[in-house]
Structure formats: C-alpha cells, structure tokens
C-alpha cells in the first residue's frame, strides 16, 4: 500500500482507538500473575490485543457499509466515500486474523483453543443492530473479553475472577456508544436498525448510558474487593467516577454538540487510568 492507502486505513480502523481496551486487557495480564507478566507474554497479549481489533473493525466497516453510505453523518468515511477497496479491507481482515491465531499459539494452548470463538464474537458483533437493541452492551461484551483473554494468556487456565473486570469494561463501552449512537436516532429508525437510542429516545438513552456507567464503577469497586487490591486501585476509580460524571454533565439531551468528546477523547483516560493506579497498588 501506498502512504496515501496506509494513512486511510489507519483512519479507516481508528488506530488510536486501541487504547480503549489494550488498558485493560494489561491489567488483566498482571492480575493474574500479581505482579508483573514476562516480555514474552505482554508482547504477545499486545499483538493478539491489536490484530482482533483491527480485525473486528474491518469487519464493521465491510459489513456496515451500506449503512454508512446512506447516512449523511458517515457517508464520508473511507470505505463508504471508495477511498480504499473493499478486496484490500478483506484481506486486511485475514491478515490480521492470522496474527491473532499465531499470537494466541505463541502464548498457550488453551488460548489458542478460545481464539475461534473470539472470532465468532467479534464477527458476529457487526449485525447484531440489525435484531437487538442491545448491540450496544454486547459491543461492550466482546471488548471486555480481551481482558479475559489477556488473564488466561499469562495463567493458562479459565477462572471466573476477571469476569468482573470484563463486565465493568463492557458496561464502560456500552455507556459511551449508547452516548454516541444518540446521533443516528432518526437515521436508524427509518432504516429499521436497532439501538438504545432509536427504541427510547435520547431522554432515555442517556438515562441508560448512566446506568451502564453506574454499573461500570459497581463492578471495578467489586473487581478491587475480591482481588484485594488496595487503596491506589480505589483511588483510580474514584478518578474514573469523576471523568464518568463530567462526560454525563456535558451531554445533555438536546445538546449532543460535544458527544464526540465525551465518548471518545476523556474516555482514552479511564483504562489508562485504572491499570496506572493497579499497577502502583501491585507494585507498592
């Protein structure tokens, strides 16, 4: 690819995206070891973390395209406006695939075992707004498992403990997409898609955005409590209730003027955050 074709495609998955779950899928890594994993493994858990990602965004842009180009909002986009072809963005999703599936090889069995299913989710996640308005949560559900991914990878066995940590991440996602979906509101009822928004309104997706939020900190506070951690782990999620309240201050029904920032540029900080002040809690 040429750097006009690299730069649209890093557009095209919004790379620095990546940091909404890379956080924590680490801290994953290091609560399960209670300390610091091996470069060996953080390296991989890295790639692994990356390639599905960029995979699954691949795979909403195909299969969402359509959709993107009838609306006005999104019409613009890389794949919708043909600035990249679609074959090119297919091979880009098997590319990235088999990064995935070497990276879980490389890190256990049982990871490499899991990594089909995890493409199931990610894949299937695109066209779950075409049957439920709770695409929003599931979205949240499949970034989550990245957590999941990242404990088994260093402890090679499956425990329920970073569950809760997955469910707080997922609740966290779903909060800002709900947010951000009250864009489309007209756009997806007329096209019969399903969202929070389009079934309740913008009163009522933002009340739902709240709760998911609620949830959020409900489950980092009972993510603290069974892995013992201690008071720099609470004090990160004290930090993380206050950028969660001030995105809700600001979005107001009737006033989505500043969605984009609240769902996306304060949210980079939350994962950031919460795996900064573990990681002093584990050290110290």
């Not at 842009?61 to 600035?83: E, F, M, V, Y």
């Not at 890190?107 to 990610?122: D, G, H, Q």
């Not at 019969?192 to 928004?197: M, Q, R, T, V």
């Not at 309104?201 to 009972?222: K, N, P």
Request: hydrophobic share 55%; aromatic share 18%; charged share 10%.
């Amino acid at each position: 690819m040429g750097l006009t074709k690299i730069g649209n495609f890093f557009k095209l998955i919004d790379f620095n995206h990546t940091l909404f779950g890379l956080p924590f899928a680490y801290l994953g890594a290091f609560l399960a070891v209670g300390g610091i994993p091996t470069f060996y493994q953080l390296l991989w858990i890295t790639v692994a973390m990356i390639a599905a990602r960029t995979a699954a965004l691949c795979l909403n842009r195909l299969i969402d395209r359509h959709i993107d180009k009838a609306n006005p909002r999104t019409s613009g986009w890389i794949l919708p406006s043909g600035q990249l072809s679609i074959p090119l963005i297919w091979l880009m999703v098997f590319f990235f695939l088999f990064w995935l599936f070497f990276a879980a090889a490389k890190l256990n069995l049982l990871c490499l075992k899991l990594a089909p299913l995890a493409v199931i989710v990610l894949w299937g996640y695109s066209y779950t707004k075409r049957f439920t308005w709770w695409c929003h949560l599931i979205l949240g559900m499949a970034i989550g498992t990245g957590t999941v991914g990242a404990w088994i990878a260093v402890s090679g066995t499956f425990e329920w403990y970073p569950i809760v940590l997955g469910m707080a991440v997922a609740c966290w996602i779903a909060g800002f997409d709900t947010m951000y979906a009250c864009q489309d509101i007209e756009f997806d009822r007329n096209k019969h898609l399903y969202s929070i928004p389009a079934r309740f309104g913008e009163i009522g997706a933002l009340r739902f955005s709240a709760i998911f939020h609620f949830f959020t900190l409900l489950f980092l506070f009972v993510n603290g409590i069974i892995m013992d951690l201690g008071v720099y782990y609470y004090l990160g999620v004290v930090f993380t209730a206050v950028i969660l309240t001030y995105e809700h201050i600001i979005v107001k029904p009737g006033n989505l003027s500043r969605v984009n920032f609240a769902s996306f540029k304060i949210n980079h900080y939350v994962g950031l955050i919460i795996f900064a002040t573990t990681l002093m809690d584990i050290l110290i």
